[in-house]
């Protein structure tokens, strides 16, 4: 069965520092790929998408993410996290045969001012 | 435009007793998936609409749980006889159909005594 794997549960920034936040998927076919984020109080709301093209890909708020197909990774990465970026993020895989969105059990990220 | 509604927000009731959960899509999307998210978990497929075809009910946990949609539009998914373990966010997403992006509705907290 497809699976998401995200190993980070929980990551703890300052302001200005890096973000990379890891995801894996357990298929070998086509896929596409998603980051959502829901903010506190809020409802998830699509961060960014991956159909094909470009393995780097650009999402809202200065996120981006790289498909890397031989690591079946799509992690995703902001150079410099704001305090506003504190939010729970959850990687999502499609695959050609299903109908649903695989979900991983989500990241939660606090920053610090 | 409208994004996806779900009503109630919150709903709690006594185990034993049955509950309705609504879902209005976004105008003109033809897909419509109920998720679940339950505490310390990323989100559960539990049902599929697209247009006129069958349902996919492969995520359904047991036959307690039960959806429907109406006309092509609103959704209602149902669980009769709610346990505790029924507790959860149930999420309601739509697309314009099975290829494209899922947008997510604010979901229904559930909590079952």
């Known amino acids: 069965a497809q699976s998401v794997s995200q190993h980070n549960h929980h990551v703890i920034l300052s302001e200005a520092a890096s973000l990379e936040l890891g995801c894996n998927y357990s298929?070998?076919?086509?896929?596409?790929l998603f980051w959502y984020v829901q903010y506190p109080g809020q409802h998830l709301q699509l961060l960014l998408k991956?159909?094909?093209?470009?393995?780097l890909v650009k999402g809202i708020k200065g996120f981006e993410a790289e498909f890397i197909k031989s690591k079946f990774s799509f992690n995703l990465r902001k150079p410099s996290v704001q305090w506003s970026d504190t939010a729970e993020y959850f990687c999502?895989?499609?695959?050609?045969?299903?109908?649903?969105?695989?979900f991983g059990t989500g990241t939660r990220l606090t920053v610090i001012p | 435009g409208a994004g996806v509604s779900q009503s109630p927000s919150n709903k709690v009731t006594e185990k034993g007793k049955d509950v309705e959960l609504r879902c209005d899509p976004i105008?003109?999307?033809?897909?419509l998936y109920w998720y679940r998210q339950s505490l310390g978990q990323g989100l559960e497929f539990l049902i599929y609409?697209?247009?006129?075809?069958?349902?996919?009910k492969s995520g359904l946990p047991s036959d307690r749980f039960s959806a429907e949609r109406t006309g092509g539009s609103v959704s209602t998914l149902t669980i009769q006889r709610t346990q505790q373990e029924d507790s959860a966010v149930y999420l309601c997403?739509?697309?314009?159909?099975?290829?494209?992006?899922?947008?997510f509705g604010p979901g229904t907290r559930l909590l079952v005594l």
């Open positions: 997403a739509s697309s314009r159909d099975r290829q494209e992006t899922q947008y």
């Open positions: 298929y070998g076919g086509t896929v596409n």
């Open positions: 991956y159909f094909s093209g470009d393995p």
């Open positions: 999502a895989v499609k695959t050609t045969g299903a109908n649903n969105l695989f």
């Open positions: 105008s003109g999307h033809t897909a």
């Open positions: 609409f697209q247009g006129n075809s069958a349902p996919d």
